[in-house]
């Protein structure tokens, strides 16, 4: 019993120092967290019930990469002359609200591919959604303000089963179609909602006044000083490469796990919401009972282990036998573990080794390498899990590949900041 006192004492001790605009992200985050949890782990399976393969669910990726690529290039310059607020909300009004309503009514590829391209307008919506997170948080907040938001995304994960209360009556195809409809309406209305709760920030308004005579060449040929600037800090480089490989792991798994599961391992479509299960429970216990300990704390060991955990996960579900439980919630567990310290300790780094001044170009930026890293790796992906026989579980390889990539870039960062003696806490 005192165990569970002390889970909910962090939990309010960390949403007690989350405050202003970052409070109100935090409050509207269950609702975009949970219908997402539903469609989420299914939707490459729908995709391949209305007819595509592996192959197109991997283009279709791709495409909305380089799209949401191209983007990138002018996300800082949007967000900083339409504001963080504005800009927030009609790019996610288009990311989520507009690619829901298409993936419902899809049909076919070319239904896909749109959907996939308004979803590529995420892109553009994660710069100010960063920006106003980290703008109205202390440094030394930072790491309570993604705990928290991570917490919503880990409980929404127990929603992930309500979906099968609609395919075994439904079929897969009409569930999701009536769960992506409903979804685009529920964004639409949380969006709207949260931009009222949202006021720009000192750093916002200083930014749209100092931009008002910016051009979208200008704003291109800024980043010339800006890559600059960011080469001259081995550490961000390094973070921001970490992060790029996460992004594409992250990817990679959304999009292939449960052709792993379901076409090459020979489990139901159904296993899709014990994974969500298993994953929200661990990760639950993962962040009230290994995250508070870490702050404060030298991040690099835990990270280490973290990393290593998921890639040993990885690792299992590409040698498991056909129709193994024990190895699925094995591996299941596992990697949610690790997952859960990677992403927390990853975003806090980035955040505070980048500099104020010109977070906004910084964030645009690394989104455009974020998406660059990721294209071919998607499309990579689609081609190696329709592979005949292997195929399915050759993803968690790859996965596994960019994950030890990971350790390595994590061992020449702790050289680096031994060197600099910036050795410290999160």
Known sequence: ?????????????????????????????????????????????????????????????????????????????????????????????????FACLLWGLSRN??????????????????????????????????????????????????????MILFINPMGLVPAMRMVLIGTSLVYAGTFILRHLSLKDTE????????????????????????????F????????????????????????YASVTVIQGLGFQVTAMSLISIITGAVGLASQFLVIPKLVGKDPYKPLFAALIAAAFSNLMLFLSPQNSLVCLVGAVAINAAGLVVIHMLLETLVANTMPDAHRSA??????????????????????????????????QLLILTLTLSNVLLLFINNKIRKAAGQVGAV
């Open 109 to 162: 590829y070319t239904w896909f591919l749109a959907a996939g391209i308004a979803n590529a307008f995420e892109r553009m919506a994660g710069v100010p959604y960063g920006c106003m997170l980290v703008e109205g948080t202390p440094p030394e907040n930072r790491l309570s303000v993604y705990s928290v938001l991570n917490l919503a995304a880990i409980l929404a994960n127990f929603c992930a089963p309500l």
């Open 362 to 395: 910084l964030m645009g930026l690394a989104a455009i390498f974020m998406v660059a890293v990721s294209a071919p790796f998607q499309y990579l992906g689609g081609i190696l899990a329709g592979i005949p026989g292997i195929g399915p579980r050759l993803p």
């Open 232 to 255: 001259r800090s081995k550490m961000l480089l390094i973070y921001l490469f970490m992060r790029a490989l996460y992004f594409v792991q992250n990817n990679l798994r959304n999009t």
């Open 1 to 97: 019993m005192s165990l569970f006192k002390n889970i909910f004492a962090d939990f309010y001790h960390s949403l007690g120092r989350v405050k202003g605009n970052p409070k109100a992200i935090v409050l509207s985050q269950p609702f975009w967290s949970v219908p997402h949890s539903l469609f989420n782990p299914f939707m490459t399976q729908y995709m391949l019930a209305l007819g595509l393969n592996t192959g197109q669910v991997g283009l279709i990726s791709s495409i909305g990469l380089i799209f949401g690529m191209a983007l990138s290039l002018f996300s800082g310059y949007i967000t900083d002359r339409m504001g963080r607020r504005w800009s927030l909300l009609i790019f996610d009004l288009i990311a989520w609200g």
């Open 203 to 230: 750093i916002a308004v200083r930014r749209r006044q100092e931009s008002k005579n910016d051009t979208p060449l200008s704003a291109l040929i800024g980043y010339g000083k800006i890559i600059r600037e960011l």
